[in-house]
């Protein structure tokens, strides 16, 4: 599939590079809009690094770059509504690790008695909570590393089995971020994300 | 509109309709993926301007994914409506408060600088419309997020002419406040049985505002005057029928629950040869709603005075009329069915056997789909539309292609589409966020190619990038009158004002004119 879309790209690179040829004379460029100067800056941009393909050029790093950029951060109020947790005492600090979609783990230190969206919520990882940490929808869905931590979670309500019923990528050990507190038994607790949680129904997996 | 230029293979996109979990998220390693939200590489420097048409959950995940992937990118929404939320107001049951709580989210970004809120503004070719294509030369992408706003009708004898006969989507947009059916005013004091033809979760929405205690939706935000007529309700009876068994119902373990735990309401036993002895098999969502059924409801059918069933493996037939009070539905008839290849198997199709069975029914719902329809001017532009599916072909990412069967095809540039009206109308907040999610993240991946189209790109291009304030003057001229989200949030307060008068979360406006008082 991928290689389909990689050969989909060039070929309309091809045609691309057909159709655009004209735009690269200064003629065509004034007598169009403001778009075609992007167009000749691409076209400069090719004559300047031939080698890489547009996928790659999009991934060279930028030279003014911070790659962090806060997922929330086009709100023009502050982020004060949601995911607003104290940071933990010193020496009362517990840990929690979420391993996310790419597979990248972030350690994070916290205090007792927050719950796993609220934290995921405050250091950007990516994790929503369409009901707003109610029980009311499987979008903070978790799968718990291990099954010996798993049994120390305290048991799940019929409230949180019902919205886990229509989780994608539902496994014996998946549990709702907004309802996991952290406890000093907790400690350590490895939770990932499921990797893939895109165009699903009920009906996809029941 | 022939110079669309990236190739889609069809094939690769049905199997992507079909199967888009296959799909890896994102094909780039992690910090280069954070790496492409910094800034676009080609066009003028210009923000992204985007139009997206519709206000439900898909088309605020979508601007909130947008404007957090593309850097300065401004997104305006439009909203035929002078108020937002889709389906979120006018589809979620008033019982279910905390599901709204995704409001929230979608008020954070409507507070956004960068998001522009075009409420009151339907688009179309008629006097007070806007036409689709006032927007094109304004926008670098539109997205079309508008849903499901038809309902899929049996197409059996009487369903059209007799009364006491109404569709699930009108009687929950009226019992919500939708003025589409402000005026339903549903009669349900002409008997004692109610048949809903459907089994999904909103068979079981009408089935629950049917037989749940008035006193308990007092506090929610449903209309005033369903309370009223829900409060001198006869029925007492109601059977939610599907063609297939428990394992192919489209309902899920919550909607199912609520309405086993009822007061004073009885579950009818669900017949035991459609559900497995042994449910170790069946996969868990579905293992739980089968436990729930076969054990049934704690209140005793002789000593409640309401009661329900789930009746399964029946086939609609006719409604019938009334012999006493002819034009008026009096019972229905279903054909019963088996399933094949067995009734454990999930996709086991419902077989008529040609035995017929007459049910009484004084009111009868049918609850069989949604169904979305192309807006006015589709055609005209070339958006394709596929009228049997009912959704615009699209590769599985949003992005819109022509409706054929060749192999390969053009994706039409700056042309997207998000939520039920690419995928279909089915699945709850959660799967409606990801898909949008996943229409927003193609958007920017194309935005950040240097040479993928947009709309700027069509032969008659030149984009100006302005937007609504583009459009504007054409709007005026036309007679639409806009409702921003400084206005909404006025008709919100109001409405809020009037529910605590009556100890209620809110009550709605269920008449445009009403909403738009609030504002002169």
Redesign the interface.
């Known amino acids: ?2 290689a ?2 990689t050969t ?2 060039s ?3 091809l ?2 590079n057909c ?2 040829k004209p735009t690269a004379t200064p003629a065509t460029v004034s007598s ?4 075609s ?3 000749t ?2 076209s400069t ?1 090719n004559r300047l690094r031939p080698g890489l393909s ?2 790659q ?3 060279s ?2 030279l ?2 911070s ?3 806060a ?7 502050t982020a004060v ?2 995911g607003h947790i104290d940071p933990p005492k010193p020496g009362e600090e517990l840990y929690v690790t979420f391993i ?5 783990e972030h350690k994070i230190a916290v205090s007792k008695g927050d719950n796993l969206l609220t934290i995921a919520q405050a250091h950007d990882i990516e994790m ?1 909570g ?3 940490g ?6 903070c869905h978790v799968i718990v590393e291990s099954e010996d931590t798993f049994d120390k979670i305290p048991e799940a309500t ?2 949180e ?3 886990l ?4 990528g ?1 496994t014996e050990t998946s549990r709702l971020g907004c309802q996991i507190e952290m406890t000093p038994e907790l400690n350590g607790l490895r939770v990932r994300l499921p ?12 | 509109m022939n110079v669309s230029r990236p190739w889609v293979c069809t094939q690769c996109a049905r199997s992507l309709i079909r199967r888009v979990n296959l799909v890896p998220r994102a094909t780039f390693p992690p910090a280069q993926r954070r790496g492409y939200t910094i800034q676009p590489i080609a066009h003028d420097g210009r923000p992204f301007r985007m139009a997206i048409i519709g206000s439900g959950p898909s088309g605020f995940y979508t601007s909130y994914k947008i404007m957090s992937n593309i850097e300065n990118a401004v997104v305006d929404m439009y909203e035929q409506l002078p108020v937002p939320f889709g389906l979120v107001r006018f589809g979620v049951a008033p019982d279910h408060p905390k599901v709204k709580n995704c409001q929230e989210k979608f008020q954070e970004v409507a507070e956004s600088p960068r998001f522009n809120f075009v409420g009151n503004i339907s688009i179309g070719d008629r006097p007070g419309e806007l036409p689709l294509k006032t927007l094109l030369p304004h926008y670098d992408a539109i997205c079309f997020a508008y849903g499901a706003s038809k309902d899929r009708a049996l197409g059996i004898p009487g369903e059209d002419t007799l009364k006491g006969i109404y569709s699930a989507r009108a009687f929950v947009g009226w019992y919500n406040g939708l003025p589409e059916y402000s005026d339903l005013a549903p009669d349900l004091t002409q008997g004692e049985e109610a048949v809903i033809v459907g089994q999904g979760n909103v068979a079981l929405d009408v089935a629950r505002f049917l037989l749940e205690d008035v006193d308990v939706l007092r506090k929610t935000d449903i209309t005033e005057h369903a309370l009223e007529v829900l409060s001198k309700s006869r029925v007492k009876r109601v059977r939610v029928v599907g063609r297939r068994g428990p394992r192919q119902a489209a309902f899920t373990t919550k909607e199912i629950r609520e309405l086993i735990q009822l007061r004073n309401v009885a579950l009818n036993p669900v017949d035991d040869s459609l559900i497995p002895e042994d449910l170790s098999h069946v996969p868990r969502p579905r293992r739980r709603v089968m436990e729930l059924l076969r054990k049934g409801s704690s209140t005793l059918i002789s000593k409640a005075p309401k009661s329900w069933s789930l009746d399964f493996c029946l086939s609609p037939k006719s409604f019938n009329s009334n012999p006493q009070f002819p034009g008026r539905i009096g019972s229905m008839s279903f054909e019963k069915t088996i399933l094949d290849p067995g009734p454990f198997e999930r996709e086991a199709k419902a077989v008529e056997t040609g035995e017929i069975v007459d049910v009484p029914a004084s009111l009868a719902f049918r609850s069989i789909g949604y169904k979305s329809e192309a807006l006015p001017g589709f055609e005209k532009l070339n958006i394709p539309f596929n009228n049997k599916q009912g959704l615009i072909p699209n590769d599985g990412e949003g992005r819109i292609i022509p409706n054929t069967d060749e192999r390969f095809v053009f994706a039409l540039p700056g042309m997207y589409c998000a939520g039920w009206v690419k995928k279909g109308p089915t699945g709850v907040i959660a799967s409606t966020m990801t898909d949008a999610f996943s229409t927003a993240d193609a958007i920017a991946k194309d935005w950040h190619l240097a040479d993928w189209p947009f709309l700027g790109d069509l032969p008659e291009g030149n984009v100006s990038g302005l937007g609504w304030e583009g459009v504007k003057a054409t709007a005026e001229k036309r007679g639409c009158r806009r409702v921003s989200w400084e206005d909404w949030k006025k008709i919100d307060a109001a409405e809020q004002e009037r529910g605590q008068t009556k100890g209620k979360v809110r009550e709605k406006f269920t008449k445009i004119d009403d909403m738009l008082a609030v504002l002169d």
């Open positions: 599939m991928l389909t879309r989909i790209r070929l309309a690179r045609q691309k159709i655009s169009r809009s403001l778009y100067d992007a167009i800056y691409t941009a547009s996928s050029r999009m991934l790093p930028r003014n770059g790659f962090r950029i997922s929330r951060e086009f709100s023009a109020t509504s949601h996310d979609k790419e597979g990248d929503e369409a009901c707003e109610s029980c009311a929808c499987s979008t019929d409230d089995n019902d919205m019923d229509l989780a994608f539902l990797s893939n949680t895109r165009n699903l129904q009920a009906k996809d997996f029941s």
